[in-house]
């Protein structure tokens, strides 16, 4: 079956520790995203990607790296740099999606809830 | 700049039925999207919206008027079940813009 899969569901870190979540989607889906999802609030993007070996920033990439080496995989590193990582992390992917482009639905993966201790 | 404006949260009773509003000002605008979400899973979609009107679903159905900025999401005999968050999402002149999401509670 299609979908997106992220791992692990839940994960604990110390405080000053980078962490790496991973995304992985076998429906050829050009376009991946991460998204951060504070209790209350929605999702505020931190990085996508439209192509492999290339992505940009989204509204929160402070303290967040990512990398797109395969069109299947869009792993988010959460480095130390980050002064509130904990959160729900969700990744996303769509078919294409450069800005102006007209039908674009998001598919989520699991997501991943990271808490540091 | 963007700007996507939802109620935080609403109640309604089960069977009865609720409207669900959005109004947004984004740079550019292709379409909108609603989505679900329960707690602690990850969103599913439910509706697009392009053309103004009303698009239907089941018991789900999606408005949007494009002159006004403003869209809504209507759920018909409510269930337990429809207890969730329900994010409103525009497709614009970047990837989505999703709003905060609008809490649903249904009681008996």
């Known amino acids: 079956d299609g979908g997106i899969t992220q791992s692990p569901k839940y994960l604990f870190r110390k405080e000053g520790q980078n962490v790496t979540l991973s995304c992985e989607q076998n429906?050829?889906?050009?376009?991946m995203y991460w998204y951060r999802q504070d209790p209350g609030q929605g999702l505020r993007l931190i990085y996508y990607?439209?192509?492999?070996?290339?992505?940009q920033k989204g509204d929160i990439a402070e303290g967040y790296s990512v990398s797109r080496e395969k069109k299947e995989s869009f792993p988010l590193t959460v480095t130390s740099a980050q002064k509130n990582p904990t959160a729900f992390y969700l990744c996303?992917?769509?078919?294409?999606?450069?800005?102006?482009?007209?039908?674009?639905?998001?598919?989520f993966g699991p997501g991943t809830r990271l808490t540091v201790l | 700049g963007q700007n996507i404006d939802q109620p935080t949260e609403m109640t309604a009773t089960e069977g009865a039925i609720v409207q669900i509003n959005c109004t947004y000002q984004?740079?550019?605008?292709?379409?909108l999207f609603w989505y679900q979400q329960h707690a602690g899973e990850a969103p599913t979609f439910l509706s697009y919206?392009?053309?103004?009107g009303l698009e239907e679903k089941g018991r789900f159905s999606s408005f949007l008027s494009r002159s006004k900025g403003y869209s809504y999401l209507l759920l018909k005999e409510l269930q337990m079940k429809d207890s969730a968050s329900y994010l409103c999402?525009?497709?614009?002149?970047?990837?989505?813009?999703f709003g905060k999401g609008t809490r649903l509670s249904v009681i008996a």
């Open positions: 996303a992917s769509s078919i294409d999606t450069p800005p102006g482009q007209d039908y674009n639905e998001q598919f």
């Open positions: 429906l050829n889906h050009d376009a």
């Open positions: 990607s439209q192509i492999v070996n290339d992505f």
């Open positions: 984004t740079s550019g605008f292709n379409g």
């Open positions: 919206n392009v053309l103004d």
């Open positions: 999402a525009v497709s614009g002149n970047t990837p989505l813009v």
